[in-house]
Nanobody
């Protein structure tokens, strides 16, 4: 059974950077499509970006150019590097795994982490 565990969240000021980690166990994260999602209070869960099994990446327009997804195959860890953070980036961030490239179709992801909170103050 695959499991995911996020870490690295925290409170930062606008313009600062933060890197989130998602440690996988039970399955090689390189064999699945991995996405980051986020959910702010009172809002629907929003897709942030995806890294495919080929290691190609795609991003939501709201974060493109500021966020970068990567993975460490040896350690089975997924990363989300966030730069130039804005108050509207404040949310709980989740990593999720799917067997196909579902991008924003969050109900198609079979494994989710518990989330890590990111708070950006102005």
């Amino acid at each position: 059974q695959m499991r995911l565990l996020e870490s690295g969240g925290g409170s930062v000021e606008a313009g600062e950077s933060l890197t989130l980690s998602c440690a996988g166990s039970g399955r090689d994260i390189s064999t699945v499509y991995m996405s980051w999602f986020r959910q702010a209070p009172g809002k629907e869960r929003e897709w942030v970006g995806l890294i495919a099994t080929s290691a190609s990446t795609t991003y939501a327009s709201s974060v493109k150019g500021r966020f970068t997804i990567s993975k460490d195959k040896a350690k089975n860890i997924l990363f989300l590097e966030m730069t130039n953070l804005k108050p509207e980036d404040t949310a709980m961030y989740y990593c999720a795994a799917a067997d196909y490239n579902y991008e924003a179709l969050n109900n198609r992801y079979h494994t989710w982490g518990q989330g890590t909170q990111v708070t950006v103050s102005s």
